[in-house]
């Protein structure tokens, strides 16, 4: 477990080399009432790199658009959305999750919810964004992936030793 965690750390550390923490962004988030996602019903939050917003649900949303952030390529790290004690699902737009960090091949980075949803709930929305420079961004991929590597070679490794228990018991 302990080299476990020395490779993540040593591996986060290269990942996030080729980026820097977001100051001042804006956080949007768009409710659709049926007919799609429009500017005039949409929310915006003010953060500094990590974010953390309560959010109540308005009657007779459909689907919900988060949009972390623009203007930049982004990774965003450990983006969770909490409707009570349950962490709602969110299809990553033009992007793909890594482990703990998502990232984004558009300046226009979008997460979409389409489920059930009842008015006057709060959801709570966090995470923590980091800007990439546009030719960045295949280097923090090939390091994200990399990573996902050593952590699937490790997993099969302790699966591999606790058989070998399993079979000496």
């Known amino acids: 477990v302990k080299t476990f965690y020395n490779v993540l750390t040593f591996t986060e550390k290269q990942i996030l080399k080729g980026s820097t923490e977001i100051c001042e962004k ?9 007919d799609g996602f429009a500017e005039e019903n949409s929310q915006k ?10 959010v109540t649900i308005p009657a007779d949303v459909c689907a919900l658009r988060i949009d972390p952030g623009d203007g930049d390529y982004l990774l965003v790290q450990n983006f969770t959305v909490m409707l009570n004690s349950t962490n709602l699902s969110f299809e990553i737009n033009c992007g793909e999750k890594i482990n703990q960090f998502d990232i984004f091949y558009t300046t226009d980075p979008q997460y979409l919810y389409q489920g059930e949803l009842l008015a006057n709930q709060s959801i709570q929305i966090t995470g923590k964004t980091y800007s990439i420079m546009s030719e960045g961004i295949e280097v923090v991929l090939a390091d994200l992936k990399e990573q996902s590597k050593v952590i699937e070679q490790l997993q099969q490794e302790q699966k591999e030793k606790d058989e070998e228990l399993k079979s000496l018991v």
């Not at 804006?26 to 049926?34: A, N, P, S």
């Open 45 to 54: 939050l003010q953060y500094e790199s990590r974010f953390s917003f309560n």
């Open 26 to 34: 804006t956080l949007q988030i768009f409710f659709d009432y049926g």
